[in-house]
C-alpha cells in the first residue's frame, strides 16, 4: 500500500526553527496536510497545501512541497514552548493516509 | 461551538465485554470516520461513513462494527474486546471524504 513516512522525534530550543519532514508515496494525491495533536486532545487541522503549489506561508508556518521528489516539509519559525505536540503529515487521494506522527519538543 | 463531540473519554474492558463508543458532529457534514491511534503507527482508518446508512471498511475493521442511523451520529462497536484493541479512537467528520477532517477528543480504551 501507499505510505506517508516522518521521523518520530525532533527537539529544539525555544527561539529556533523546527522543520518537520514527511515524505509520501501516492503520486496522485490532491491535498497534503500537516495537523497537530496536543496531549490528551484530538488532532487539529494546522495547515494545508494543494498538490500543485509549491509553498505556502501562515504566519510562523511555512509548507514546502517537492512534488517530484514526493517530500513535504513543515518549518515552524520562533518555536515557543507552546509548538510542543505531535505533528502529522496526511495525503489525501481518496481517503486521508496519515504519518505516525514526529513528536516536536521544545526546550527553554 | 461544539464540533466533534465523542464519548466516553476513558474505558476499561475485560475480555469479551462489549461495549459502543459514541460520535456526534454538529458541523452538517456528510463524512465521518473512525481511527484507531497506537504508538509509532500514526493513525489507521477503521471505518468510513459517505452519509447516512452507508458504511464502508477502512484499513482494520475485524472485530469492529459500525452504525451511521443518522447525519450527526455515527458509532463504533466492539462486540467482544480483546487486548489488542487497547488504543485510542478518533472520531472524525468532513464534508467530503478525504477532505481536511475535524477530529473528536479521543477515547482511549484499556482492555485487560
Known amino acids: 500500500g501507499e505510505d506517508v513516512e516522518q521521523s518520530l522525534f525532533l527537539s529544539v530550543r525555544e527561539g529556533d526553527s523546527s522543520v518537520i519532514n514527511c515524505t509520501y508515496t501516492d503520486s496522485s494525491s490532491t491535498y497534503l496536510y500537516w495537523y497537530k495533536q496536543e496531549p490528551g486532545a484530538g488532532l487539529q487541522l494546522l495547515t494545508y497545501i494543494f498538490s500543485n503549489m509549491d509553498m505556502k506561508q501562515d504566519q510562523r508556518l511555512t509548507v514546502l512541497l517537492n512534488k517530484k521528489d514526493k517530500h513535504l516539509s513543515l518549518r515552524i519559525a520562533d518555536t515557543q514552548t507552546g509548538d510542543s505536540a505531535i505533528y502529522f503529515c496526511?495525503?489525501?487521494?481518496?481517503?486521508?493516509?496519515f504519518g505516525a506522527g514526529t513528536r516536536l519538543t521544545v526546550k527553554p | 461551538n461544539a464540533g466533534v463531540t465523542q464519548t466516553p473519554k476513558f474505558q476499561v474492558l475485560k475480555t469479551g465485554q462489549s461495549m459502543t463508543l459514541q460520535c456526534a458532529q454538529d458541523m452538517n457534514h456528510n463524512s465521518m470516520y473512525w481511527y484507531r491511534q497506537d504508538p509509532g503507527m500514526g493513525l489507521r482508518l477503521i471505518y468510513y461513513?459517505?452519509?447516512?446508512?452507508?458504511?464502508d471498511k477502512g484499513e482494520v475493521p475485524n472485530g469492529y462494527n459500525v452504525s451511521r442511523l443518522n447525519k450527526r451520529e455515527f458509532s463504533l462497536r466492539l462486540e467482544s474486546a480483546a487486548p489488542s484493541q487497547t488504543s485510542v479512537y478518533f472520531c472524525?467528520?468532513?464534508?467530503?471524504?478525504?477532505?481536511?477532517?475535524?477530529f473528536g477528543q479521543g477515547t482511549r480504551l484499556t482492555v485487560v
Open positions: 496526511a495525503e489525501k487521494d481518496n481517503d486521508m493516509r
Open positions: 461513513s459517505a452519509s447516512e446508512g452507508t458504511t
Open positions: 472524525a467528520s468532513s464534508e467530503t471524504r478525504g477532505a481536511a477532517a475535524f
